[in-house]
Structures are given as C-alpha cells and as structure tokens.
C-alpha cells in the first residue's frame, strides 16, 4: 500500500497570513519504518533534550518553542534541516505533494480546496503507478484535525459522487487521523508543510530548496505542487 502523509501549515481564518498550505509525502508502506528510524537518528544527536523524545514541528523548531525552547537556534535549524534530508535523499520512490492557496483568491474554503486538489493528485499518481503494474491500494493520512469530520465527509463524496476532475478510484479507505505524537511520518508531513509555508509566506527556501526535487512528477511534468494565487 502506498501511503500519502499529510499536515497543515497556516490558519484559515487568521487574517495576518496571506497562504494555507497542505502538505505530506507518500511513500510505499515498507519504506515507513526506514524513514521513521532515520528520524529518529536525528533527533537523537541532540543532547539534554527535555523531554526526550520531542516532536518534529516546524514552527516550534524554527522559533524556539514548546520541546524545543532550550535547543541553541543553529542546533534547532539544522535539526529542521536534517529530518528535511531524510525524505531529500531517500528513495526515489518518495514524493511530495503539496498545495499552497492564497486565501484571499481561493475559489472555495481553503481546507476543501486542499483537500481536493491532494485526493485528485495522489489519485492520479496510484493510477500511473497501476498502467506501469503496481496495483497497490492508496491510503490518505492526517494529522489529527479540527476539520476531521469534514475531511472524512470530503473524501467519502470524491469517491461517491465524484470531484471537480471526476472520481477517486485507487484509495483502500477514507482517510485516517493520527496522534502526531504516536508518528514520526505526520511529523514529517509537518516539516515538508511548514517548509512549503515558508517559502510562498515569507520568501524563505532554505528549507523548501531541501525537498523541491522531490514534489511528484512524470515525464518533465510537475504533479506534486499546486500554487494557487
């Protein structure tokens, strides 16, 4: 089964931000394990943590907060920048998917417009992947959200009654919510969204540039990122 790790960055309602992103990668389901391992590699070479098992979390790294607030900033960054790494110079079969929509100038609420466009996305991605003879199964997952139900009621109606480019056919189930706590891969999902925020935010690619090559694409053609604005 191929599996599309996915996380927000940015508020809809918050009116001091101009994008909403949603963001992951997918990976087949036997690479998961190496991936969450090297991750863990990481944020073990940081010492005196407290606790020690933190989070992953792009604002929190970035500015110094919650699990990260007593790390030195050079250390914080280049841990943002490492786990980055991890899905950069992994597997060629890893891709990223990502959607960044200017609020002001999306055609309808930007979760629902995210949504949308990554189900039709990673769709289309599993049916490539189907005509070249991998008939694995996709499955979407979430960090825990407050527009769970929502989400779930999306991806049910894109199965049943279709979407804007017609209908999901290659997913083995609605779409799953995890603790982010429980999963170093919707950890990572929040990096790979945060890195997208703060390139079309605030014109900062430092960690953008980490993971560009690897937005999903076929044939010279890019897949994996939507900018709308």
């Not at 991936?35 to 944020?43: F, G, K, M, N």
């Not at 920048?81 to 200017?102: P, T, W």
């Not at 599993?126 to 999306?154: M, P, V």
Request: glycine share 6%; aromatic share 12%; with cysteine.
């Amino acid at each position: 089964m191929h599996l599309l790790y996915l996380d927000d960055s940015g508020s809809p309602p918050d009116r001091t931000q101009v994008y909403f992103v949603l963001a992951g990668f997918a990976t087949f389901e036997r690479q998961a394990y190496w991936l969450s391992e090297a991750l863990d590699q990481v944020v073990s070479t940081v010492s005196h943590l407290t606790p020690p098992d933190p989070e992953l979390h792009g604002s929190p790294l970035f500015h110094g907060k919650d699990d990260w607030k007593r790390v030195p900033t050079l250390q914080r960054i280049q841990v943002l920048k490492d786990s980055l790494n991890v899905l950069g110079k992994s597997h060629v079969s890893n891709r990223v998917f990502a959607v960044a929509v200017r609020k002001s100038r999306a055609p309808k609420e930007p979760v629902e417009f995210c949504v949308e466009q990554l189900c039709n996305r990673f769709d289309r991605y599993l049916q490539r992947l189907y005509l070249k003879g991998d008939a694995q199964r996709g499955l979407i997952l979430f960090d825990k959200h407050a527009s769970e139900t929502a989400i779930q009621n999306l991806a049910r109606d894109f199965r049943t009654k279709g979407h804007s480019w017609g209908f999901v056919r290659n997913f083995a189930e609605v779409p799953v919510f995890l603790d982010s706590k429980a999963s170093r891969l919707i950890q990572l999902a929040d990096l790979v969204a945060y890195a997208v925020f703060r390139n079309f935010e605030h014109g900062d690619s430092q960690f953008f540039d980490l993971i560009k090559h690897r937005f999903d694409s076929d044939s010279g053609t890019i897949h994996g990122l939507v900018h709308y604005s």
